[in-house]
């Protein structure tokens, strides 16, 4: 039921829809069809503006909503439109000013309602709706950003009649959170009572909207460095210099320090990389899929956002940027390095949101706390921050441990105090193919690692032709500083407690694996890897890879896979150039060839944790002549379990060692009995078979025993190289050895494995993963560092190599002892 409307506006309605092509975002499912409350929608817009009402009225009818001007009717009662106005516009010519409004419709309806007790007018949702003209944080000064953009400040006819033309694929229409009047009755006894606190309300949700899509007013971004040069540790460095001249030179040293650091972000450089970068996505890309966004917008108007995403390519920075532009978030600040702060390069990546830091602070004090304050002003003023917490990519394609510089700059502002809550967000980047595919090859059979640099991505675009497959970008749960801080009982300041950076490092780490989602290359990987010689008959990758499909959607785990058959999903990779097909006489055979064999290992590393537990019980009994005792698994389980989750960055964390298990897969609440839930999901998949309160494997001749096999293969790897440590740091008790010494002997042993086993993966014989291992060991006692500087190993060492007769192979485990000596010749 609506109001025919007037010949005007029918044709300022046509107009509009001929020049501008807005895109809606916020809680707008809950407002159409699907609504289950049958609560009617009332949209209050902060202004009232014709502009404003014509683009809602086009997002209404493009997404079967109620449209502005339709009436609303609530029992005897009738409103004759549905749309209402925050603020009272006093326009000039050029300039304009909002005054308070009183919402006359609501305040009839909660009026009624109070007097007569008819809930009916109470039978009202009441959605804040944010009309944004182009996205830009204010105050930057020129006339063509003040045009262009969308202000905190009231925009005047002028500016909205250039940003119609110049702005027009730029509109985000933004519902926030409704509001029903049922809670204002709940909250107030009177009519006016109510609608005080509705006007409260709106405005503190339309604020935060603003807020989340514009970022903090900058109206006095030139005040920020002389605010950072002002800050207590910069002004007692400069005060403490002897004499005024050295004082002088301090401060210009300091200014000069922060102009290089500080990003100036710019609204027209920020709209023509949008154009370019859609252009380079739609041509290298088949798609882009993002999730998880909208836990990140309900907290984005309410907390300081810090962006924490994994480093897989340095298209990751641009792409984060772009889709959160997109989706209406504001443009993070984010952390680069110097190397990047080049000639003309480094001027468009300060002005699309780049502040520059060194890789180093040691030995200049003025710069650290010079970059320090310059971090805290922008955290204070609310604007987000992204940086990379593993500082570079990944040669493996496994997470690095988190770099804490400055996690622990964030923790001690956090103490110093700020306006809003800080939250970190993980992001996840899933690539189905690299753009830097040709030097992660370099890297991965030894190469040095290039170092980093933005001619990497202008290199890239030589590669519009190619097809690189799709990308996943999956938000994380956001990690609530104060909330997490107060969970695990530490305090925020690392001066006070050294294990709050490392502890929230690794938090923020495991929260990013969390969000993985598992492509076709993924799965591909982690079966090819596991196949003998590299290759395998296309029925069993088949079979396999839906085998793991189904695993990964019923199992504990659930993380988001691919739907794609088993068939498409092997097409998919062979287009990419990532497996071979040969036809055979039985049947199509898939493997690699020497290159795609090293370059796959990279993409199995990206989510080697999604199967972890179900690959080591495969690990634990698939060789196993006689039944294992569900108890007995949890024993095995239990030393080796937290280590390989470690070695993976994987959240998991073994609490009962003689009952049923109870490991932590989420991150606030822990599910019990993780490896039951694992063993009865491989029950009914066939590859246990049960015998009483035993477990015993498929018959290894049968589908199922190979797959088990197959499964096994997973985290196989990670138990040799452990296998390689503990033995070799048991082979010979009374021999101390040094952390060095013990890394020389593993690193040559696992050369030589590699070579008459055919292990091709370089990442068999990689320092920084024997160094990460070690490092792990230590965590969960099975290592001890001595005083001297030598190690040995923990109590439970033993077990886990009498456990190792029945998980590793006995031509492995003899060929890690020590060649006999052979006789000296006569």
């Known amino acids: 039921m609506g109001r025919r409307p007037g010949i005007g506006y029918s044709i300022a309605l046509r107009l509009m829809r001929l020049l501008v092509r807005p895109r809606a975002s916020g809680h707008l499912p809950a407002l159409g069809p699907d609504a289950t409350d049958q609560l009617q929608p009332v949209y209050v817009l902060e202004r009232r503006s014709l502009s404003d009402l014509l683009v809602l009225d086009l997002i209404c009818a493009a997404n079967g909503l109620p449209r502005p001007i339709s009436t609303v009717g609530t029992g005897e009662f009738e409103l004759p439109r549905r749309v209402f106005f925050l603020n009272r516009i006093r326009r000039g010519r050029y300039r304009a000013r909002a005054d308070a409004a009183r919402v006359a419709g609501i305040e009839t309806l909660l009026e009624r309602g109070a007097n007569s007790g008819d809930l009916s007018a109470a039978s009202v949702r009441v959605v804040p709706v944010a009309v944004f003209w182009g996205l830009v944080p204010s105050g930057q000064g020129s006339?063509?950003?003040?045009?262009?953009?969308?202000?905190?400040?009231?925009?005047?006819?002028?500016?909205?009649?250039?940003?119609?033309?110049?702005?027009r694929r730029q509109i985000i229409v933004d519902f926030g959170t409704p509001l029903t009047l049922r809670d204002a009755f709940a909250r107030a006894t009177t009519g006016k009572g109510a609608l005080q606190y509705i006007n409260r309300i709106l405005r503190i949700r339309l604020r935060h909207q603003r807020s989340a899509a514009l970022g903090p007013d900058l109206s006095h971004q030139r005040t920020l460095v002389d605010r950072v040069l002002q800050g207590r540790a910069v002004r007692a460095l400069i005060e403490a210099a002897p004499d005024a001249r050295s004082r002088q030179r301090l401060e210009r040293e300091a200014r000069r320090d922060v102009e290089e650091i500080a990003s100036n972000i710019s609204f027209p450089t920020v709209r023509v990389l949008e154009q370019l970068l859609r252009w380079f996505w739609n041509r290298i890309y088949r798609g882009v899929t993002v999730s998880g966004i909208e836990q990140?917008?309900?907290i984005a108007g309410t907390h300081t956002l810090v962006y924490v995403p994994s480093h897989r390519s340095h298209l990751d920075y641009l792409l984060l940027s772009y889709l959160l532009y997109q989706d209406g978030l504001t443009i993070p600040h984010i952390a680069a390095g110097r190397n990047l702060n080049l000639p003309v390069v480094g001027g468009i990546l300060r002005r699309s949101g780049a502040f520059f830091m060194r890789r180093s602070f040691r030995g200049d004090p003025l710069y650290s706390a010079v970059f320090s304050e310059y971090l805290y002003q922008v955290y204070r003023r609310g604007h987000s921050v992204e940086f990379f917490p593993e500082g570079g990519r990944s040669r493996t394609g496994r997470l690095l441990p988190a770099r804490l510089g400055l996690i622990k700059m964030t923790l001690e502002h956090h103490a110093r105090g700020l306006p809003r809550p800080l939250a970190f967000v993980p992001v996840y980047f899933g690539y189905e193919k690299l753009v830097e595919a040709a030097s992660y090859l370099d890297e991965l059979r030894g190469s040095g690692k290039r170092t980093e640099s933005v001619t990497d991505v202008f290199r890239a675009l030589r590669l519009v032709r190619q097809n690189f497959g799709h990308v996943d970008v999956r938000f994380g749960a956001p990690l609530v500083l104060g909330r997490w801080l107060a969970k695990e009982g530490l305090r925020s300041d690392p001066a006070t407690d050294a294990t709050v950076a490392p502890r929230l490092g690794a938090a923020i780490m495991t929260r990013i694996n969390a969000a993985a989602t598992v492509n076709p290359v993924n799965l591909v990987a982690l079966v090819m890897l596991s196949a003998p010689r590299l290759a395998i008959e296309a029925t069993v990758l088949e079979?396999?890879?839906?085998?793991?499909?189904?695993?990964?959607?019923?199992?504990?785990?659930?993380?988001?896979?691919?739907?794609l058959s088993p068939k498409e999903i092997i097409a998919t990779v062979q287009s990419l150039g990532l497996i071979h097909?040969?036809?055979?006489?039985?049947?199509?055979?898939?493997?690699?060839?020497?290159?795609?064999?090293?370059?796959?290992?990279?993409?199995?590393?990206?989510?080697?944790?999604?199967?972890?537990?179900?690959?080591?019980?495969?690990?634990?009994?698939?060789?196993?002549?006689?039944?294992?005792?569900?108890?007995?698994?949890?024993?095995?389980?239990?030393?080796?379990?937290?280590?390989?989750?470690?070695?993976?960055?994987?959240?998991?964390?073994?609490?009962?060692?003689?009952?049923?298990?109870?490991?932590?897969?989420?991150?606030?609440?822990?599910?019990?009995?993780?490896?039951?839930?694992?063993?009865?999901?491989?029950?009914?998949?066939?590859?246990?078979?049960?015998?009483?309160?035993?477990?015993?494997?498929?018959?290894?001749?049968?589908?199922?025993?190979?797959?088990?096999?197959?499964?096994?293969?997973?985290?196989?790897?990670?138990?040799?190289?452990?296998?390689?440590?503990?033995?070799?740091?048991?082979?010979?008790?009374?021999?101390?050895?040094?952390?060095?010494?013990?890394?020389?002997?593993?690193?040559?042993?696992?050369?030589?494995?590699?070579?008459?086993?055919?292990?091709?993966?370089?990442?068999?014989?990689?320092?920084?993963?024997?160094?990460?291992?070690?490092?792990?060991?230590?965590?969960?006692?099975?290592?001890?560092?001595?005083?001297d500087g030598t190690l040995e190993p923990g109590r439970l060492v033993p077990e886990i190599l009498r456990a190792a007769n029945a998980v590793i192979d006995a031509d492995f485990r003899l060929a890690v002892k020590p060649p006999p000596t052979l006789p000296a010749q006569a």
């Open 143 to 167: 006339l063509l950003r003040l045009l262009l953009s969308e202000h905190w400040a009231v925009t005047s006819r002028l500016r909205r009649v250039v940003n119609l033309f110049l702005s």
């Open 296 to 298: 990140v917008k309900a």
């Open 543 to 563: 079979a396999q890879i839906a085998l793991y499909q189904r695993l990964l959607g019923a199992g504990p785990a659930r993380y988001p896979v691919t739907d």
């Open 581 to 787: 097909r040969e036809e055979a006489a039985f049947g199509p055979v898939l493997h690699h060839d020497t290159l795609t064999a090293v370059l796959i290992t990279w993409y199995r590393n990206n989510v080697a944790h999604v199967l972890l537990v179900p690959s080591l019980i495969a690990c634990l009994i698939r060789n196993r002549r006689r039944p294992l005792e569900r108890t007995a698994l949890h024993r095995l389980c239990a030393p080796v379990l937290p280590f390989v989750a470690d070695a993976v960055t994987a959240e998991i964390e073994l609490q009962d060692l003689t009952g049923k298990s109870d490991l932590d897969a989420s991150q606030d609440a822990r599910r019990p009995g993780t490896i039951d839930l694992w063993t009865t999901q491989m029950l009914d998949e066939g590859l246990l078979v049960s015998r009483g309160d035993s477990l015993q494997p498929a018959p290894a001749d049968s589908e199922a025993g190979r797959q088990l096999q197959l499964l096994a293969g997973i985290v196989m790897p990670l138990l040799e190289r452990l296998y390689i440590v503990l033995r070799l740091l048991t082979n010979d008790p009374d021999t101390r050895q040094s952390r060095s010494a013990l890394q020389e002997r593993t690193l040559a042993v696992a050369a030589r494995m590699s070579r008459l086993y055919g292990l091709n993966a370089p990442e068999f014989v990689d320092a920084t993963l024997f160094n990460q291992m070690v490092d792990g060991l230590q965590k969960r006692a099975l290592l001890h560092e001595k005083p």
